[in-house]
DNA sequence: AGAAATGATTAGCG
DNA sequence: CGCTAATCATTTCT
């Protein structure tokens, strides 16, 4: 019968009680369609357990009332018999009738137990139901990777390894602990398509992750500061059509939050090592940045600490690809190029221009 | 409570 | 098979 190979396999059914372990070790096999589903076993199997142990009672308690009802009934005919003669035949069909009766109860124990475990086990397959964010330092490792290759952010099989590897190692502190290499993939999947469909949003995220794989180089940076002010490393001029209005149009806001979020330390816990130095570069460098609440003229100011960065900080990777310093990858098909069109973009780059609700002023 | 963020899944494409 | 785009379901933020 199909429904008790199915609990069999479960391990539901089949060793009576007792040959728990190996039950359990049996179902979570079977349910372990994948490879990666080590986590989070125990919930899995304590539910499980839950269901077997339901089961088995109730599968008992039929039992036994069969049995009472049985000798119940064969009572009732012998009692009978004294009055008129009952054939062993037709006990044995009362019998059949009563046995048939409760197997059939049985059958739908059978079934919804059958029920219960495939809807645990699809609520423990489908991840969506059980999604764990990853933790402050995953993310941070991710995007680290991202932002300092926005130019071609497909990281090889290799990296991907290295990324779930970085990030469960940092991450190593409990549950969801372990991030593989499909968790990574499915990552860069959602990062690509959430970056390029509002790069605008992502302005500020990009920026702090530039400068702070920047900052890694703080030296080169002080140094390249005071030579860089004629300098225009940052925009190697290939052919590629990215207005910088379109980033201004959209950005000019998020800069000036950036940029106090950066120099200020006041994003959250975000906290830039040798930012008093380049601060202080900058500053000099622009001549006049008001830290907090600036009226937001913003456009030459912006712009002159942009390109300071951009300057100062243009040998990295990181900014290389980053919109606001820098054509980046994104061509206007939605492509990640970086081999650019000539000079042709055919259609106008959506992602950027719809940011701007307010057309006005 | 509702919106936003986010990880996972799915269909479709090359 | 890996990618994109759309979508789902849950978590986190407001």
């Known amino acids: 019968m199909r429904l008790d190979n199915m ?13 728990g372990a190996s039950a359990v070790a049996a179902a979570t096999a079977a349910v372990g369609v994948g490879a990666d589903n080590s986590i989070e076993h125990s919930d899995y199997r304590a539910k499980l357990t839950q269901i077997r142990q339901i089961y088995h009672t109730e599968l008992e308690k039929y039992e036994q009332a069969c049995n009472e009802f049985t000798t119940h009934v064969m009572n009732l005919l012998r009692e009978q018999s004294r009055t008129r003669p009952i054939s062993p035949k037709e006990i044995e069909r009362m019998v059949n009738i009563i046995h048939r009766k409760f197997s059939s109860i049985q059958m739908q124990l059978k079934q919804s137990t059958c029920e219960a475990v495939m809807i645990l086990r699809s609520r423990f397959l489908d991840a969506r139901r059980k999604r764990r964010n990853f933790s402050k330092q995953a993310t941070e490792i991710l995007n ?20 779930a590897k970085k990030c469960a190692i940092t991450v190593s502190q409990g549950k969801g602990s372990t991030i593989t290499v499909s968790q ?19 302005q500020e995220e990009a920026n702090l992750y530039a400068a702070k794989t920047a900052v890694t180089a703080t030296q080169a940076v002080a140094a390249a500061v005071h030579n860089s ?24 806001e ?37 830290p907090a609440q600036v009226p937001v003229p913003g456009q030459t100011q912006g712009d002159s600490i942009r390109h300071a960065i951009g300057q100062s900080l243009g040998y990295s990777d990181g900014l290389r690809g980053n919109p606001l310093y820098s054509p980046h990858g994104l061509n206007g098909n939605g492509g990640w190029h970086d081999a650019v069109t000539p000079s042709s973009v055919t259609s106008p780059i959506e992602g950027a221009n719809s940011v701007h609700s307010d057309t006005s002023n």
């Open 7 to 19: 609990l069999l396999a479960e391990g539901v059914s089949g060793p009576e009680k007792g040959g």
């Open 144 to 163: 680290e990777y991202f932002y300092s290759h926005l130019s071609n952010p497909y990281p090889s099989e290799e990296a991907k390894e290295e990324l």
């Open 184 to 202: 990574v993939s499915n990552w860069f999947g959602n990062k690509r398509i959430r970056y390029k469909k509002n790069i605008g949003k992502f």
């Open 229 to 252: 002010q004629t300098n225009s490393p940052a925009t190697p001029s290939s052919g590629f059509q990215m207005k910088d209005e379109d980033f201004q149009l959209d950005a000019t």
């Open 254 to 290: 998020d800069k000036n939050n950036l940029l106090n979020n950066i120099f200020t330390g006041s994003s959250g816990s975000y906290s830039l090592p040798g930012s008093g130095d380049m601060f202080m570069s900058m500053s000099n460098l622009n001549g006049s940045y008001q």
